[in-house]
């Protein structure tokens, strides 16, 4: 085919489909072993996308279908080269990085948390990053311990 025939898109239209880079944190990358598997799994979907985009024999739409799993592709790289594996807590005497704390609030609920690493973090699921106000102020606390966040107390019930 001809390139005459061939539409290219305006670099002001090309720029549309670059997606800004997805924010690095500044805190260390601490993974736990699940959380390095993870980083790896979403790291192979995301170079498997962007290698189904690049199939793609319309350029505007190969750009188009890319850009998403380009920015994944570069954050998770990225995530995977600073990832500093954490070993399970060797105790559970009190709480550290890999720790699942349950603790009760002073209006009676009991919640339990897995501190784990800033990708891994999903509240709805059971596990907090450590960075989280909640695990900095746990962290290195033991059962029977009592810690405020804001106008609640925390009191740790156990450390597993």
Same mark, same amino acid.
């Given at each position: 085919?001809?390139?005459?025939?061939?539409?290219?898109?305006?670099?002001?239209?090309?720029?549309?489909?670059?997606?800004?880079?997805?924010?690095?944190?500044?805190?260390?990358?601490?993974?736990?072993?699940?959380?390095?598997?993870?980083?790896?799994? *979403? /790291?192979?979907?995301?170079?498997?996308?962007? @290698?189904?985009?690049?199939?793609?024999?319309? $350029?505007?739409? %190969? +750009?188009?279908?890319?850009?998403?799993?380009g920015r994944d592709?570069?954050?998770?790289?990225?995530?995977?080269?600073?990832? *500093? /594996?954490?070993?399970?807590?060797?105790?559970? @005497?009190?709480?550290?990085?890999?720790?699942? $704390?349950?603790? %009760? +609030?002073?209006?009676?609920?009991?919640?339990?948390?897995?501190i784990v690493g800033?990708?891994?973090?999903?509240?709805?699921?059971?596990?907090?990053?450590?960075?989280?106000?909640?695990?900095?102020?746990?962290?290195?606390?033991?059962?029977?311990?009592?810690?405020?966040?804001?106008?609640?107390?925390?009191?740790?019930?156990?450390?597993?």
């Amino acid at each position: 085919m001809s390139v005459a025939f061939v539409k290219e898109e305006s670099a002001e239209t090309a720029a549309e489909t670059q997606l800004p880079d997805r924010p690095i944190s500044p805190h260390p990358n601490l993974v736990t072993e699940a959380g390095l598997k993870a980083l790896e799994r *979403q /790291l192979r979907e995301a170079r498997e996308a962007f @290698e189904s985009a690049g199939a793609i024999e319309d $350029v505007n739409e %190969r +750009r188009r279908q890319a850009a998403g799993p380009g920015r994944d592709l570069r954050y998770f790289s990225e995530r995977l080269r600073t990832a *500093q /594996l954490v070993p399970p807590p060797a105790s559970n @005497e009190t709480v550290a990085f890999g720790s699942t $704390v349950t603790f %009760r +609030r002073n209006d009676g609920r009991v919640q339990t948390y897995r501190i784990v690493g800033e990708d891994e973090a999903d509240p709805k699921a059971g596990s907090i990053s450590y960075v989280s106000p909640v695990a900095r102020l746990l962290m290195g606390k033991a059962a029977g311990d009592v810690v405020s966040v804001g106008e609640q107390e925390l009191e740790i019930v156990k450390i597993v």
